[in-house]
């Protein structure tokens, strides 16, 4: 079983950062990649990043170009995502994922946190 537990939501003012964490425990050493993942109210859940466990390759989404950075600590099983920038749209429950080595999809996920931008 693989436990990911997601911090650092909260509530800031446009043009601000915040910076979330996931941290990783239980049976670890399967995982290929873990990614940052959000949805909105009313919308449906948005891809925003990804990282391999090594850190060796990163996917952005494109609501994270140019301002969201996904960074790994593998000595402490965590994954951060520091986030620049903020507008009120990166209002979301942001939630971590980890992507097993052998599969193609994320399949487990934390249980979020609440980022919100006031305006």
């Known amino acids: 079983q693989l436990y990911l537990v997601e911090s650092g939501g909260g509530l800031v003012q446009a043009g601000g950062s915040l910076r979330l964490s996931c941290v990783a425990s239980g049976r670890t050493v399967g995982i290929g990649s873990m990614g940052w993942f959000r949805q909105g109210p009313g919308k449906e859940r948005e891809f925003v990043v990804s990282?391999?466990?090594?850190?060796?390759?990163?996917i952005y989404g494109d609501s994270a170009k140019g301002r969201f950075t996904i960074s790994i600590d593998n000595s402490k099983n965590t994954v951060y995502l520091q986030m620049n920038d903020l507008g009120p749209e990166d209002t979301a429950i942001y939630y971590c994922?980890?992507?097993?080595?052998?599969?193609?999809?994320?399949?487990?996920w934390g249980q979020g946190t609440q980022v919100t931008v006031s305006s």
């Open positions: 990282v391999t466990w090594n850190g060796g390759r990163t």
């Open positions: 994922a980890a992507r097993n080595k052998l599969r193609s999809s994320f399949d487990d």
